[in-house]
């Protein structure tokens, strides 16, 4: 079974620009989570999907993050314009429904803001 | 909301000796707790986890937590660590009836000397 698939796996880009992470769940998975990981910290969980809707997002800084799931399979988080201390790991997992069921993650994607 | 501490930021040990990963959490409302093992350049792999029944759960690879209420601790052990255990470990709460909403701590880095 293939696991959570998410590009790119490395992004280096200036303050002010905007960048686009990509996340492919595992299959049947109805759940996607979006997380941030600043180093030395712990994953903060930034949005929750389920199919196409957003479960939570409370924890998004909204004014610069957007993320979607059209199609309730893969999914897009993007941040414009980017600051310094968006530098992080994005984080995609996915899950199926059931409040027993274990988050599967992907290898992340390190973004670098210069 | 519920919290969690991870006291050991880097946990060194030689091969072969026991180990101890500690784990506090707070929360105002019944709990299941996760810990998460981070092998370098991959992604969160769930290590083992509590949601109800017996308060010793076990992982396939000789990792043990015991969780503990009173004293709200959920501590990973394992007798006798190998050089392939060097990672990072995270431990992550969430409500008892939603296993999704995770809150992580800050990770322990465990390093197995030679």
């Known amino acids: 079974e293939a696991g959570v698939a998410q590009s790119p796996r490395y992004k280096i880009i200036e303050k002010r620009q905007s960048v686009a992470f990509w996340c492919n769940p595992i299959s049947g998975h109805a759940t996607l989570y979006w997380y941030q990981q600043i180093l030395g910290q712990g994953p903060k969980l930034l949005i929750q999907?389920?199919?196409?809707?957003?479960?939570?997002d409370s924890q998004l800084p909204k004014d610069r993050f957007s993320a979607e799931r059209l199609k309730g399979v893969d999914s897009t988080l993007k941040i414009q314009p980017a600051k310094l201390e968006d530098s992080a790991v994005y984080l995609c997992?996915?899950?199926?429904?059931?409040?027993?069921?274990?988050?599967?993650f992907g290898p992340g994607t390190r973004l670098l803001v210069l | 909301a519920q919290s969690v501490t991870q006291l050991d930021s880097q946990v060194p040990v030689f091969e072969e000796a026991p180990v101890e990963l500690r784990c506090n959490y707070s929360s105002s409302v019944s709990v299941y707790l996760f810990w998460y093992v981070q092998y370098p350049n991959q992604g969160l792999q769930l290590l083992l986890k509590y949601l109800s029944g017996s308060t010793l759960v076990e992982s396939i690879n000789g990792f043990e937590a015991e969780f503990n209420k009173s004293q709200t601790s959920f501590h990973l052990r394992k007798p006798s660590v190998h050089i392939s255990d060097t990672a990072e470990y995270f431990c992550?709460?969430?409500?008892?009836?939603?296993?999704?909403?995770?809150?992580f701590g800050s990770g322990t880095q465990l390093t197995v000397l030679p």
């Open positions: 992550a709460v969430s409500r008892s009836g939603s296993a999704r909403q995770l809150t």
């Open positions: 999907f389920q199919n196409n809707g957003v479960v939570d």
């Open positions: 997992a996915s899950s199926l429904i059931g409040w027993r069921e274990t988050q599967y």
